[in-house]
């Protein structure tokens, strides 16, 4: 089994900025893409910003320039700096990763969600 928990998420005002972290943690063989994406209420999931295991990085157009990925192979964790934030930046923010798992000689590869947290941008 694996897990992703976030952390980070509060209330901050416009022009501020906040750091979302998501730790891995179980049976991980290896860990392929990471990625943030956003959820308001009503609206569909949206990709905010992706990761390969060799560092290249993709984002929105809205928070390019804004907010940078990262993540630390070794401690299984991906970030999230949001600096200028908006209004429109609140909502849920969830973590992805695709995960090997199993043994060397059996495993696969699924994709796992983290459990969400706010973000709150006060104008």
């Known amino acids: 089994q694996v897990q992703l928990v976030e952390s980070g998420g509060g209330l901050v005002q416009a022009g501020g900025s906040l750091r979302l972290a998501c730790a891995a943690s179980?049976?991980?063989?290896?860990?392929?893409?990471m990625a943030w994406y956003r959820q308001a209420p009503g609206k569909q999931r949206e990709l905010v910003a992706s990761?390969?295991?060799?560092?290249?990085?993709n984002y929105a157009d809205s928070v390019k320039g804004r907010f940078t990925i990262s993540r630390d192979n070794a401690k299984n964790t991906v970030y999230l700096q949001m600096n200028s934030l908006k209004p429109e930046d609140t909502t849920v923010y969830y973590c992805?990763?695709?995960?090997?798992?199993?043994?060397?000689?059996?495993?696969?590869?699924?994709?796992?969600w983290g459990q969400g947290t706010q973000v709150t941008v006060s104008s």
């Open positions: 990761i390969t295991s060799g560092g290249n990085s």
């Open positions: 992805y990763a695709n995960i090997a798992t199993g043994t060397i000689g059996m495993w696969y590869a699924n994709d796992n």
């Open positions: 179980g049976n991980i063989l290896t860990i392929n893409a």
